[in-house]
């Protein structure tokens, strides 16, 4: 499957964006999903996970009560609205899919990668 995500961009702190990613293929309702996210010179690092009916949602003590993820199998499209954002909320978002929807916090757990989308916010 190859994943598209947008929707990143310069927000304020306490503002609020929503990244999206597209999965192509008849496949993707088979596929765990999971946002993850990269500041310069840090470890990528787990934000949210989504099983694959969407029934079970994971999420970083960091984000936890601020973000949420969802998905829409008929759209083949898995969404993460994020508010109440702060300056240490900064860095490149991955979302990515899972075939074994197991560990779903790990990111060598997840087969494929969408390509990033920048989220910058300022204080």
């Known amino acids: 499957v190859q994943l598209q995500a947008s929707g990143g961009g310069l927000v304020q702190a306490g503002g609020s964006l929503r990244l999206s990613c597209v999965g192509s293929g008849r496949t993707f309702s088979r596929y765990s999903m999971g946002w993850f996210r990269q500041a310069p010179g840090k470890d990528r690092e787990f934000v949210a996970a989504?099983?694959?009916?969407?029934?079970?949602?994971y999420y970083s003590d960091s984000v936890k009560g601020r973000f949420a993820i969802s998905r829409d199998n008929a759209k083949n499209t898995v969404a993460l609205q994020m508010n109440s954002l702060e300056p240490e909320d900064t860095a490149v978002y991955y979302c990515?899919?899972?075939?074994?929807?197991?560990?779903?916090?790990?990111?060598?757990?997840?087969?494929?990668w969408g390509q990033g989308t920048q989220v910058t916010v300022s204080s």
């Open positions: 989504i099983s694959w009916r969407g029934g079970v949602t």
């Open positions: 990515a899919a899972s075939v074994s929807g197991s560990s779903l916090r790990i990111p060598d757990e997840y087969d494929y």
